[in-house]
């Protein structure tokens, strides 16, 4: 798929990929005229299966707003519209991948292209292009390219109905397609081709990076497990989301928020946090709505929310990341009372091809047949990646410690996992995978700490700015350590006052790699990230 040294940066499943040469911001001599390139550039394309459906000169300042399924909109990944930062040659596209399927992608050529190539991926079910990313690496000065499969349907999985094909884009296909076009679209315009190649997501996207472990499947099953656990909302064992929000929640961060010496509504390392909701449970038959109690059923689906998914003897997940409980999509997707949407869509389209199955009837019978159902190889759990690592390939990856949809520990266990695989020490892993793990982050974004940390198009990306500085930016961090080999320890992460840049820094911290945790000094300034450091882990 590529044919130089890749580097990775990566969210949760995501892993992104570059290629080597030399770190440098400044754009590339371009020797052709960009805007009358632009506006020719489809007569000059002749890319075997690709239809060029437009192109177009986006200037710096534009509000561009983006023609795409009611479903995709999303208002951090892609939002209605967008103020472009930079201006760009916005190419739009088609590509047959087969008789019956296909993908519908964008190249984004900045004018101030830096000879970088960036691949963005998608979240969910894969329909959606995620405008917030490409807008992110054009403004950086990457050609960028994003995809969608299987047309429309947004991040429902109804397209992967009896057609393996569309299947297939969503694992692996459309997104090697979209590269190797996307690629021979910047070195048609350009003149000349890329230096290097990168490739940047979180959640679905991390695994279509690098599409690493048998994780995908196995979140989708922890969403009908949890179900099996509360229940549906007239159910005994179910928690209404105001007993999460007003009960548990608070009861958990007061038992754990101070585990690392600080309270701050951040659980620093939350697999210090060993929660029993015993002590909630009424002193008589208290409802299970009450204000300040819980009842025993009820603190029965607690602990089996918080401990780890079995299926028989079988490890399925880690456990859910308490201090994530009450957050957006814990509390919308799976701690409803029902079946997450996606994992709903993949039982009834990818698995057993039933629009009409009852999902809630499932078991651990099915569960099973879903983990070990193996569609062009998408439960690919290979610690193998050797020739990543030989062709020096870096791999980036971070991890919200408060991510509800996915367990913080999965990172963790991957990396081990090639560890093991590969035999290698901890200096050897170091030279090309690093895990930085980061404290309330939820997911992908958002979070109680310091979690805006050039993840993604949250700060100014005007060249030389502070939200570029490498130190601060885990994107710039990794073209860094590829590019001139100064590999990153930390990544200083920043908690805006409201989550709003313009009323200043309400805290700063310096996240740690993986296997060091966090730790305050007990003295100095909290919200200071000198009043932290990185210390080794013998708890794991």
Known sequence: MFSQPVALVAAILSFSSLVAGRHTTAPVKFHRNFDSTCSSIASKLSIPNATVLSSELVSKGTNLTFSQDPLCVNPQLSPPSLVIPADVCRITLTVQTSDRSGINMETWLPRNWTGRFMSTGNGGNGGCIQYADVTYGSALGFATVGTKYGGQGGMTGERFLNNSDVLKDFVFRGIHTGVVVGKDVTKTFYGSAHTK???????????????????????????????????????????????????????????????????????????????????????????????????????????????????????????????????????????????????????????????????????????????????????????????????????????????????????????????????????????????????????????????NFGQGLFGDTTPGSDYLDPEKNILMATVRWVEEGTAPDTILGTKFVNDTNSLGVELSRRHCMYPFRNTYDGVGDSTKPESWSCQPVSDW
């Not at 656990?229 to 989301?241: E, K, L, M, N, Y």
């Not at 929000?245 to 697999?271: A, F, H, L, R, Y």
């Not at 367990?407 to 081990?416: A, D, G, R």
């Open 197 to 451: 190649s990168y490739y940047i997501g979180c959640s679905t996207d991390g695994r279509q990076g690098l599409n690493p472990y048998k994780t995908f499947q196995k979140i989708l099953t922890e969403s009908c497990h949890i179900y099996n656990i509360t229940g549906s909302p007239d159910a005994a064992s179910f928690v209404p989301a105001k007993v999460w929000q007003n009960v548990i929640s608070p009861d958990i961060m007061k038992k754990c928020d101070t585990i690392d010496k600080v309270k701050d509504g951040v659980i620093e390392d939350p697999n210090l946090c060993n929660y029993d909701p015993s002590g909630l449970v009424c002193s008589s038959s208290g409802s299970g709505n009450n204000s300040s109690c819980i009842t025993a059923e009820q603190a029965e689906t607690v602990k089996r929310i918080f401990s780890p998914f079995f299926i028989g003897n079988k490890f399925i997940q880690s456990r859910f990341t308490p201090g994530a409980e009450s957050t957006l999509p814990a509390l919308s997707f799976l701690l409803a009372g029902d079946i997450f949407g996606l994992s709903a869509d993949w039982f009834k389209y990818a698995v057993y091809s039933d629009p009409n199955l009852d999902v809630k009837t499932l078991g651990p019978a099915d569960w099973l047949k879903n983990i070990e159902l193996d569609p062009f190889n998408i439960s690919t759990f290979s610690g193998d990646i050797s020739a990543f690592r030989n062709r020096g390939g870096k791999l980036l990856t971070y991890h919200g410690q408060g991510d509800a949809i996915i367990s913080p520990n999965n990172s963790v266990i991957y990396f081990n996992h090639v560890s093991d695989t590969l035999g290698l020490s901890r200096s050897q892993m170091d030279d090309f995978y690093r895990v930085l793990r980061v404290g309330g982050l939820n997911h992908c974004s958002q979070g109680a700490g310091a979690w």
